[in-house]
């Protein structure tokens, strides 16, 4: 199984305030994911990223929301201003080798104040 | 557009007794189904996969689940629950197109002991 850690593991910032969520899989990866899982909610799919270039994007991943591969090892989600509803926990995936299963990081909790 | 449904947001049963979470999805192809865990605080494990192979799916710790085309079901099942199965699981769909993962909302597994 693939391995994911993210960083930080509890963030937390005033609204209006930028946020940089980080991913980073032990084995090199060309495509990952983030979602996002607000308290008490279902999984909701943010975007796909494949080399280099976002793949899929859903209706929440707006203006605010963008991801890089900065330096080719990790993946990071921005927030440029954040708001009290983006409150929630981010997880970033990254394929397995077979059928389209996805395994995921633990998450970055983010409380927006 | 693709849905999930699980139904029941709750579900408990005594230690040692079956476990049955049931899910449902809408798709217009036959998809790739997947079951998640999340333990309290953690992030989302995969428990099983269904990829067109065989319908019945041997997972992790104990579950399988069986794919039912005729009535568009993948319910989970384990034959005897133990107190460290209390965690929400998380039913998932993805059609062959894409890599996006469509999420139900949950069951949180409650055991008795």
């Known amino acids: 199984e693939p391995e994911v850690t993210q960083t930080p593991s509890h963030q937390v910032t005033q609204m209006g305030q930028e946020v940089i969520l980080r991913c980073v899989p032990i084995?090199?990866?060309?495509?990952f994911y983030w979602y996002r899982q607000i308290l008490g909610q279902k999984v909701e799919f943010l975007v796909s990223?494949?080399?280099?270039?976002?793949?899929?994007k859903s209706e929440i991943f707006d203006d605010q929301f963008s991801v890089e591969r900065p330096d080719g090892s990790n993946f990071t989600l921005k927030i440029r201003s954040t708001k009290l509803e983006d409150s929630a926990m981010y997880f970033c995936?990254?394929?397995?080798?077979?059928?389209?299963?996805?395994?995921f990081g633990p998450g970055t909790r983010l409380t927006v104040t | 557009a693709q849905s999930v449904t699980q139904l029941g947001s709750h579900v408990s049963v005594s230690e040692g007794a079956l476990v049955l979470l049931r899910c449902n999805y809408s798709s217009s192809v036959p998809p790739y189904l997947f079951w998640y865990v999340q333990y309290p605080n953690q992030g989302l494990q995969l428990l099983l996969k269904?990829?067109?192979?065989a319908t019945l799916v041997k997972g992790i710790n104990g579950f399988e689940a069986e794919f039912k085309k005729s009535e568009t079901s993948f319910h989970l099942t384990k034959p005897s629950a133990h107190m460290s199965d209390a965690a929400e699981y998380f039913c998932?769909?993805?059609?062959?197109?894409?890599?996006?993962?469509?999420w139900g909302a949950g069951t949180k597994l409650i055991i008795k002991p």
């Open positions: 990223f494949y080399n280099n270039e976002i793949s899929e």
């Open positions: 998932a769909v993805s059609d062959r197109s894409n890599y996006q993962l469509i």
């Open positions: 084995s090199n990866h060309l495509y």
């Open positions: 269904y990829t067109s192979a």
């Open positions: 995936a990254i394929p397995g080798r077979g059928s389209y299963e996805q395994y």
